[in-house]
């Protein structure tokens, strides 16, 4: 059963406006399903719920395993979308402090190749020290820089340490089947290889190797956050926008646009979503902005960012809008106690639960955004667990689909990431080929 709910109330739209792009809506469905299982369209995430590939899937369950077991830290290389979504699950579904947990069965998980600071690799080589370590590197490309460094600098670090026999078998690597750099290197070392499908762009691949085999070596059930999906590949499989909750988002922010509210500010109440929240923004902002066009999507997280973007948000330029991610039940809760003396004056909280502060927060924050001139849609979800995850990564990568298609772009392309590297390669001589 789903338990995604989008409530459009606040933002002013009736759903016969919505209805208008009905038309556009079910084209872009068809155009979708009609190439979603064709080898050179990166439309295979459609089906992926359905159709992953079991073989690779058990076999990534196995690798976890053995990294479980013989590994204290799990170092993730890669870049946008090799690695942000397996980085969004891991930090929604574990401890908000997971690498500082004491007595966990699971790895510590470091996320690297995703920048060049010098600094954050130097310090965390220093936090590793000894410990023993697994990674996985994960590029389609293979040939991308910053992974590339960094893999360079702990594949040395590995084979140092462990000699390169042993340094192999600690060494995953998630790449294309057949083409580049790291797919050549891993037939000749023999390292473990999942594959990055060729349908299946960064952006969109957190349900592939690129995103499992990290997120079951956090102990997460990928079991269920793939049936979270497929919940959701069935649910939203409905064309018409009056019954499709997911196309009404796509083509709710779509009209918002045209009303020039032409930033998107992904909102959540809950920490541990900051980078769920980042996975959101490389997708949509790589997928929509371009041809000069685009929505652009920030984030914020509140109540913490109400002390710093709140003003803005309230009574800034009138150009936003804000898609709040709600949560019924949270993992924990704390009830806040009475004080005899109350000399903090907060008793009118004493017996209520942190949760139901956060929530009237929230409400409150929702009638003071939107009566500021600032629409919002809610997204709630029953709770934070596999399968509701599953099924929002599902929702937002459709949506944003189809809105990059009622937009008039090719959601699946990123022509304009490919311009720093050009000027930065001619800046470091990288000769031609
Ligand atoms: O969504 C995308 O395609 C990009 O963000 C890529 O994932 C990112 O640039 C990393 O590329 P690669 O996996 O080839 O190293």
Redesign the pocket.
Known sequence: MSNIKVNLENTGLEKKELMKYNEKVEKAHDELHNVADKEDEFVGWLHLPTNYNKDEFERIKKAAEKIKKDSEVFVVI?????YLGARAVIESLTNTFYNLLPNKKTPQIFFVGNNLSPNYLSDLLECIGNKDISINV???????TE?AIAFRIFREFMESKYGIDEARKRIYVTTDKERGALKKLSNEEEYETFV?PDNI?????VLTAVGLLPIAVAGINIDKLMYGAKTAEDKYNEKSVKYNECYQYAVARNILYNQEKTTEILVNYEPKMQYFTEWWK?LYG?SEGKDKKGIFPAGATFTTDLHSLGQYIQDGRRNLFETIISINHPQTDIKIKKDADNIDGLNFVANKTMDYVNKKAMEGTIEAHVSGGVPNILITLDKLDEENLGELIYFFELACGISGKILGVNPFN?PG?EAYKKNMFKLLGKPEV
């Open positions: 890669g870049i946008g979308g090799s994960i590029s389609k490309s293979g040939t991308t992974p990055i762009g960064g952006r969109y691949s490389q790589e990123q990431v």
